[in-house]
């Protein structure tokens, strides 16, 4: 009986956590919101910062749920690399990622250098700016049902956005390092390269098998013993390794919808069964986490960092749009679509602040103050351009002109 009392709180904790998902998915049906919006700001009100209404245990789940959700993401994500996908819209998702990178590093720092930040504080974030969260992107296109030649450039733009935005931050780090005297730029470097490219080796070298078992072990359909065995297995060891499970899970996904002989998809599709449960908790924790009171040290630099990073954004996807020669306009606000900030960028704000531990306290101010910004914004900006691009299956239901 007293093992069953101690019980109780869990299961009512979770059980309620996972009707509060259901309800926002509902309400995310009928209103403008996003259910990931809904589930961030229902966690910040159930959060510590205001209602309180948690238990503790709950938030000693975060960093477990968070390495298993974003792995999740990522294997999710690689099937939007495939050769086929690559080869008619290659152009497009190359030009725009690399050109929103770049334009945001670039406009973070000199508007940063202008309102007299200091140049390598400037550099850190110019370094994190770029940095997208899939989690928000990818499930917002799931919500809407969002389908065509946009939505898969999106997130083909998404799937490598880490990959670049993790290269970039290792230089400008090197760079920060040299200007401020650190003496630890090569090491930032080697660090970098290695999260990059040993995550990529990592998901080759788990893709390639499951490719095998995808075709031979199962001919015709996968199990969710394998796929989700697999992709947890591939997180595990890119935590043993220090690299980025995000790409890793990434290749691995990006290698099995190449090489796969038949039935490419139903890895994923087993996937994707198992998927939802799990980020309402994420959702729902990533909002609980989040500081209100970040908001109130923001400063100038604070505001800059959301208004540049906007900015750049928009620029860096006209511009990439130009260059890929995309003729539909949408293609120039992608990057619009891509604000949410939050997992990646914070990991690279921590990295940044062991070389620059005196900048601890304004590197966390501003990049968990804009991450309260961009999270809840964020998937309102991605779920209305999709709508606007015309690719929702559902494109009645969320007409937001049309309303009364």
């Not at 250098?113 to 917002?140: K, R």
């Not at 199990?223 to 220090?242: P, R």
Request: charged share 10%.
């Amino acid at each position: 009986m007293t093992e069953s009392i101690h019980l109780a709180p869990i299961l009512l904790t979770f059980g309620g956590l996972f009707l509060i998902g259901l309800v926002a998915d509902l309400l995310g049906r009928h209103t403008p919101l996003p259910r990931v919006t809904l589930l961030i700001f229902t966690g910040f009100l159930i959060g510590p910062s205001t209602l309180d209404l948690l238990p503790e245990f709950i938030y000693n789940w975060f960093p477990l749920l968070t390495d298993i959700a974003l792995a999740m993401i990522g294997f999710l994500l690689g099937q939007n690399l495939t050769r086929e996908k690559l080869t008619t819209m290659g152009r497009p998702i190359i030009g725009i990622s690399i050109s929103v990178m770049i334009a945001t590093a670039i406009l973070m720092f000199v508007g940063l250098w202008i309102l007299g930040v200091p140049v390598e504080m400037a550099l850190v974030l110019a370094g994190i700016a770029p940095a997208t969260a899939p989690a928000p992107v990818i499930d917002v296109t799931r919500e809407i049902d969002a389908k065509g030649p946009f939505t898969d450039t999106l997130l083909g733009v998404v799937a490598i956005d880490d990959a670049w935005g993790m290269l970039l931050f290792s230089c400008l780090l090197v760079a920060a390092t040299i200007v401020g005297g650190n003496g630890h730029s090569l090491d930032a470097l080697n660090d970098g390269l290695w999260e990059v490219f040993g995550a990529l080796l990592l998901g080759g070298v788990i893709g390639f098998p499951m490719a095998y078992l995808n075709s031979h072990l199962y001919p015709g359909k996968s199990s969710q013993a394998e796929v989700l065995g697999l992709v947890l297995l591939c997180a595990g060891l890119a935590e043993i390794l220090g690299v980025s499970y995000i790409l890793s899970a990434m290749m691995m996904g990006t290698v099995v919808a190449n090489f796969s002989s038949h039935h490419q998809h139903r890895p994923f599709e087993e996937l994707e069964m198992f998927e939802w449960p799990l980020l309402i908790l994420f959702f729902l924790l990533a909002g609980a986490s989040l500081n209100l009171s970040a908001l109130s040290t923001i400063g100038f630099m604070g505001v800059g960092y959301v208004v540049f990073r906007v900015l750049g954004r928009i620029v860096g996807s006209y511009l990439g749009a130009k260059w890929a020669k995309c003729d539909q306009k949408q293609y120039g606000w992608m990057g619009f679509a891509m604000l949410p900030h939050a997992g990646v960028p914070i990991g690279m704000a921590l990295l940044a602040i062991q070389q620059f531990p005196h900048l601890k306290e304004p590197i966390l101010a501003v990049i968990l103050s804009a991450t309260v910004v961009f999270e809840l914004v964020g998937p309102i900006a991605t779920r209305w351009l999709l709508v606007k691009s015309g690719e929702s299956t559902r494109q009645a239901e969320f007409d937001f002109d049309s309303r009364p």
